[in-house]
């Protein structure tokens, strides 16, 4: 399949469409952003590489380092992660508190922010050096030393995280935190705040599209059936509430963050990261679903 | 593959392993059923097949109609279809009826009782015959013309099919029921009420699997796209609460019924049926759902 | 206290008042009403009468009727009849569905549209001729022999009334309705359709202001201790989600109906009834309330 | 009335009944209490006295403060208290967090605990020296200025809080909390850990009872018609999800504490306060309810 061409048609065609959507203002330093950056880097398994646009500038990934701190905590727990979060669907945006108290605080799946927290409250219960280990693990799947977390957005999402602050002490209340609250939510917003370019996170997402093992990055190891399970949770509930229609239009597992990122990935295939900081009330980057959408249009080509 | 090698095995471990589930028993007619039927059909989209066990043997296909009935909805209104019905994960069960207060009158999918019912109007709108143009449908994708409707079981559904007409009125109340309830629960009823064998199961989803255009028969003409979309409907939706957990441990599209049947597919290799009319409490087969997962995981295949 | 005078000011203020809301839409014949109706009826304890504008004029008092049917109940089971439905507030709109699915079909309060269905259900069960056994007991209880349902806006509900065959058909669904769907329907849409005047309902509320034994009208008897009770679910409930409110600014308990009547009660001082088509969002009337409110105000006598 | 007789009668009675319920555990120091203390007290609003039992022994009065809290934040703000938390039951036990997402941060009462979150911080707001102040008021409206809060208790709250720190945390990212969130928890955790004995409680709220004006107490002021919508607020809402059980089986506004205290009163009749510490499944004393439900029983005499 000629990738480039039909990359560079998508990358032109989806430039010049309209603009939606806003830099998340929620975390006020994302907020300062210029909304009109626009990047694209996809790999495929056998080597070849395109890059279209700012994939070269770093920028926050948010969310989708919860597909890294999950598999850190799988490799470590392996599945016993599940018996404190679920795999199903939410049904409802990232930060909803209703459903936690209905099933009595255990988050539905790892990628909505409750889920997220009990991994992270794993991962301090479990790590020698939860921040840096973390930060090695990352560094070493995308082959990039120079990652650091940006202190800016770590300190305004701590500012301003009333929200998450609700959802981790709702599950205290219910038993599913173990470690002291504001430590998980400084391990938690470091993740977050972590900054990356498409060509790094592409990068970091090949090893899920090769399913190659061994998978060992900085001690982190999976097994291909692990690897084939987070990809069907970045399937299920990748996208939040619109996880059905990422499925649905795209076709692909994927992960994305407020920050305007989209990781995702063609199992056997490749890997590919769209960045763009305009987001849709789902908290979505508008050119990133539009992009990815028109790739496996284009291509024919989705894991249906 | 060796497909008929490791099916043998599976059939003879699961045969042996401890059963649990009942058959549905809130259908009264359902819990006239033996419930220790077992029978696999896989076939290739290359053309081979293999049968195991109770195979030969019709059941009430239930929800997994769903799937045929949406084609054709979807054949007559393409995309204006989601207009009334979504394509999200409910987080529910099969039958609840929260949302749809939540939502105003709009399922979150068609493969819940809702949206089933959504699509049951759409069909009674817009086909000369509903009931026969249906039934053709049916039989021209499983290439079984003696496929029918069993009167007991529809019946038997009509008359404690109390939920179901909690959850149309609800939705007419909102307007997104254009034709006479009575109309549209009897169309429903008679599509639940189908009953075909593993053999006939696997045989009208092959389609599915092997993607092949024109698809086309009785008159019910789908694209590649469209296919792709279905499928991917089911493996977001296709086991209600529980579909998180069949893409986590089974990893492939797929549609269970109440009866105890469960019809998947892998896109480009294969589609299988399984059944066995023991249920667990979300509504799916328990040895169908231990069937499936032996199967990608001794294939090492999923779409993951 | 002079409550002549005090009602004289009050009619004169309110109809000169901005007027807003519409007469009830959702039961089309209600909607053909001249909305600016407006009368009041207080009746004293000790026997004095002041009628006020539309007094005389009949009309649709609807959820009102459900202090009857509640009365009738109570007659005839005495305390059993809140093992089928309960007696606290549902914090949700008149016709919510959702906490009826979660609470097991079992209704929040008999004022709430599903809990009337259950008292609706409990006297077709227990009456011989349940339609006219039930006007016999209005009638007896009003003095009035000619009050009769309106035909026509019972088949306009008849006609209509999707969410309230959604919900008698979810409590069906878990057990909690005994007869058949449709008799129980028609039982609770003639009671609704009852027309009765200000000067009726007043009169017909004064027993339970008089707190009076022996009550017994048309053979329905309460002791004094089960009209209380009636009057403190009037208060906690009679105004659906608007019912905290209406004990906060006005402090009686009373009942209102979408047909714009209101009728409450000063427990040893006095009945009233006001009437006025224009109802709010909450279904309650804009006038009515208006005048309640002023009339505690200016009396400084509630019941707390 | 010869309340001696039948109070005296009520606590003989209650006092050999079978105890049900425990002390509660969820705040680690209440549970240290003996579970088996009773006692009442009972004020006329023409002087009269009746102590029972442990009537003179302190407990904490918990969630009975939120009274005084409320009454506080009236005196100060008038009506505009209610544009932050509404005067609706919840329907939802005392410190449910669905219906505070529901409704974007706005609680339904005063009385569950998210409202009372917005009440402290409304005092911490406008008060110079919120706790004092506050403390001030509780023992001029009492009568007793050795009335303190209890350290133990407040620590113990404020390390196993976090149910209240969700709830706070939800309401600050809806902007309904707008001061710091530990200086409002620390006010909140003081207030409901003072300690009352019977007595105590029972004086201050004989106020409530008489309503009697000018109410003046350490500066606090409240209108006649203010402390009738208190009561109505204390009717409606004082005893969490069992609020309409109390309306209908006593019939007296009243509020309760987890420390098993309740303290209620009859308008223009008397106030009366009951502590015995084990309390059933809604966080209400069992002896309290059922010594208040045989008082209004046997003096035939509630406000309805």
């Not at 010049?16 to 952003?33: D, F, R």
């Not at 016993?80 to 930060?95: A, D, L, Y």
Request: net charge negative; hydrophobic share 40%; aromatic share 10%.
């Amino acid at each position: 399949m000629d990738y480039k061409e039909i990359l560079e048609g998508i990358f032109e065609e989806v430039k010049k469409s309209a603009p939606s959507g806003n830099a998340a203002s929620y975390i006020p330093e994302l907020a300062t952003v210029d909304p009109d950056h626009y990047g694209i880097t996809l790999l495929t398994v056998d080597g070849r590489e395109h890059n279209l646009g700012d994939a070269g500038i770093k920028f926050s990934i948010q969310s989708i380092s919860k597909v890294f701190s999950l598999s850190y905590a799988v490799s470590l727990l392996g599945e016993k992660v599940f018996e404190r979060v679920g795999v199903e669907p939410s049904g409802n945006s990232f930060n909803s508190i209703m459903q936690l108290e209905y099933e009595k605080g255990i988050p539905r799946n790892p990628f909505i922010n409750a889920g997220a927290l009990v991994i992270a409250d794993i991962l301090v219960t479990h790590l020698k050096n939860p921040e840096t280990d973390f930060l090695e693990f990352v560094r070493a799947i995308s082959g990039s030393p120079d990652i650091i977390s940006n202190e800016k957005v770590y300190l305004s999402e701590k500012q301003t995280g009333y929200r998450n602050a609700a959802l981790i002490n709702m599950m205290k209340s219910y038993g599913n935190i173990y470690n002291d609250i504001d430590a998980v939510l400084s391990f938690y917003y470091m993740q977050c705040s972590l900054e990356m370019s498409c060509r790094q996170l592409a990068q970091a997402f090949l090893p899920y599209a090769k399913l190659a093992v061994p998978f060992d990055y900085s001690g982190v190891k999976l097994t291909k059936s692990q690897l084939k399970r987070i990809n069907a949770l970045m399937l299920s509930n990748g996208f939040y509430d619109e996880s059905g229609e990422f499925a649905f239009e795209v076709g692909l597992p994927g992960k994305s963050g407020v920050g305007g990122g989209i990781a995702a990935l063609h199992p056997n295939h490749y890997s590919v990261a769209v960045w763009s900081p305009r987001i849709n009330e789902k908290g979505n980057s508008v050119f990133g679903m539009r992009t990815l959408e028109m790739l496996t249009t284009r291509t024919e080509d989705s894991i249906f």
